[in-house]
C-alpha cells in the first residue's frame, strides 16, 4: 500500500437520502481524519480518530454525520438525510510517527 | 483554538520570479507546521514541514523557516515555474493535546498562478 484509500471517488444522491463513504488509511498509521473541503475554501476538519477511539469532533459537525473507526484500520464517513449543503469533496488523511498527514484523493459529494 | 492565516491570492507571477506567500499562526507551545500543496484536480500532497523553532524545511526549490518570534512559517521560491501553479495551504499540527485539539488546522489556501 503506497497511500491512503477513498472509495468512492464521486458520489451523486438525491437530497435525504444516506451516504457512507470508506477511508483505507496508510496501514502503519493510527491517527486518521476527516475533512471537508469546499470550492476555494481551505480543509475544514471534521472529525479525529486514533486507532479506533474517536478522540475528537468539530463543534460545527451536524448530528447527521457520524464516523466510525471499527478494529483502528478503515474508516467511514456516513452522512444522514442529505442536504445540498453537503456537497463538497470530504477528505481522509492518516498520520503516522513522523507527524506527516498523508492524503487521500478524496470523494466528491453531490447532492441534486 | 489554533489558527492559520495566509495571504489572500490570487498570485500571479512571471516564470522565474520570486515566491513569497505569508503564513502567521496562533497555537500553545511549539506545533509542527506543514506547506500543503494542491494541484488542479488533485489531491493535498505534502510539500515541506518544521517541527521546531528555527527549522528550514526545504523540497522542490520551495523554502519556509519557522519562525517562534514572529509566529511565521512564509513560503518561498527563487524562481517559479509553470509547473507550480496551484493552490498552496499552510497548517498547523499542535505538539500536544493538552490544549485539547488534535486538530491538523489550515489556512484558507493562496491560489498560484505562473505564466509563461
Known amino acids: 500500500d503506497t497511500g491512503v484509500s477513498q472509495n468512492p471517488r464521486h458520489k451523486i444522491t438525491k437530497r435525504g437520502q444516506n451516504v457512507t463513504f470508506r477511508c483505507d488509511p496508510i496501514?502503519?498509521?493510527?491517527?486518521l481524519y476527516w475533512y471537508r473541503q469546499t470550492l476555494g475554501q481551505g480543509p475544514e476538519f471534521l472529525t479525529y480518530?486514533?486507532?479506533?477511539?474517536?478522540?475528537?469532533k468539530s463543534r460545527l459537525l451536524s448530528d447527521r454525520f457520524s464516523a466510525e473507526r471499527p478494529k483502528g484500520s478503515f474508516s467511514t464517513l456516513e452522512i444522514q438525510r442529505t442536504e445540498q449543503g453537503d456537497s463538497a469533496m470530504y477528505l481522509c488523511?492518516?498520520?503516522?510517527?513522523?507527524?506527516?498527514?498523508?492524503f487521500g484523493q478524496g470523494t466528491r459529494l453531490t447532492v441534486v | 483554538g489554533d489558527s492559520v492565516t495566509q495571504m489572500e491570492g490570487p498570485v500571479t507571477l512571471s516564470e522565474e520570479a520570486f515566491l513569497t506567500i505569508n503564513c502567521t499562526y496562533t497555537?500553545?507551545?511549539?506545533?509542527?507546521l506543514f506547506w500543503y500543496v494542491q494541484y488542479p484536480g488533485e489531491g493535498l500532497q505534502l510539500l515541506l514541514k518544521?517541527?521546531?523553532?528555527?527549522d528550514k524545511g526545504s523540497n522542490k526549490g520551495f523554502e519556509a523557516t519557522y519562525r517562534k518570534e514572529t509566529t511565521s512559517f512564509h513560503l518561498e521560491k527563487g524562481s517559479v515555474q509553470v509547473s507550480d501553479s496551484a493552490v498552496y495551504f499552510c497548517?498547523?499540527?499542535?505538539?500536544?493535546?493538552?490544549?485539547?485539539?488534535?486538530?491538523?488546522?489550515f489556512g484558507k489556501g493562496t491560489k498560484l498562478s505562473v505564466i509563461p
Open positions: 488523511a492518516s498520520i503516522g510517527a513522523n507527524t506527516e498527514a498523508f
Open positions: 497548517a498547523l499540527l499542535p505538539a500536544y493535546s493538552g490544549a485539547g485539539s488534535y486538530q491538523l488546522t
Open positions: 496501514s502503519e498509521h493510527n491517527r
Open positions: 518544521a517541527t521546531k523553532a528555527d
Open positions: 497555537a500553545t507551545g511549539y506545533p509542527s
Open positions: 480518530f486514533q486507532n479506533e477511539a474517536q478522540l475528537e
